[in-house]
T-cell receptor
Framework: NAGVTQTPKFQVLKTGQSMTLQCAQD?????MSWYRQDPGMGLRLIHY???????DQGEVPNGYNVSRSTTEDFPLRLLSAAPSQTSVYFC??????????????FGAGTRLSVL | DQQVKQNSPSLSVQEGRISILNCDYT??????FLWYKKYPAEGPTFLIS?????DKNEDGRFTVFLNKSAKHLSLHIVPSQPGDSAVYFC???????????????FGKGTLLTVNP
């Protein structure tokens, strides 16, 4: 029962570098999303996807790109890292329909530092 | 503008007593509410939820109460145990297109400490 798997767990970048945070789920969930957690800010939605080939912006999308080519994977790309993107990033997934539609299952997170 | 508010950053209770965590919301379109629990260096885990058509949902030691007129919900933990010490997030969603609620709006969280 892998659930939602995020890689890497830790990453240090220099300003201007690019990287991709990986997220994979094995629960055949339709809905996937990316959040960032900053001290005292709770979790804020970056991007989300309601199915393969469909993505949309959340509350704080600037500086991030996403794509959803398969049901299982939802990578988050930082195009040109900035110190303001230092945060803990969580990927989540849910069924997207029915009574359990809103119960999102989270990965363990990726802690990113941008110097 | 914060749509989901958890006004208490922290709460400390004695083992065996009741813990009450509070959450207020401003968006009247929210129709589903969830509580998540988060330990350090782990992702949030789902705890309990409630639909807006109910005013109470219970699961073991955990009960969530919803007061729609006051736009307020609370999580009761009875009895509290040291293992309950964690950050608790309140989250809410509103009915999206196609009848499916996709996006969660989170509060800032409350750190619960249960002392032995």
């Amino acid at each position: 029962n892998a659930g939602v798997t995020q890689t890497p767990k830790f990453q240090v970048l220099k300003t201007g570098q690019s990287m991709t945070l990986q997220c994979a789920q094995d629960m055949n969930h339709e809905y996937m999303s990316w959040y960032r957690q900053d001290p005292g800010m709770g979790l804020r939605l970056i991007h989300y996807s309601v199915g393969a080939g469909i993505t949309d912006q959340g509350e704080v999308p600037n500086g991030y790109n996403v794509s959803r080519s398969t049901t299982e994977d939802f990578p988050l790309r930082l195009l040109s890292a900035a110190p303001s993107q230092t945060s803990v990033y969580f990927c989540a997934s849910s069924y997207g329909a029915g009574l359990a539609k809103n119960i999102q299952y989270f990965g363990a997170g990726t802690r990113l530092s941008v110097l | 503008d914060q749509q989901v508010k958890q006004n208490s950053p922290s709460l400390s209770v004695q083992e065996g007593r009741i813990s009450i965590l509070n959450c207020d919301y401003t968006n009247s379109m929210f129709d589903y509410f969830l509580w998540y629990k988060k330990y350090p260096a782990e992702g949030p885990t789902f705890l309990i939820s409630i639909s807006s058509i109910k005013d109470k949902n219970e699961d073991g030691r955990f009960t969530v109460f919803l007061n729609k007129s006051a736009k307020h919900l609370s999580l009761h933990i009875v009895p509290s145990q040291p293992g309950d010490s964690a950050v608790y997030f309140c989250a809410a969603s509103e009915r999206g297109s196609g009848g499916s609620n996709y996006k969660l709006t989170f509060g800032k969280g409350t750190l619960l400490t249960v002392n032995p």
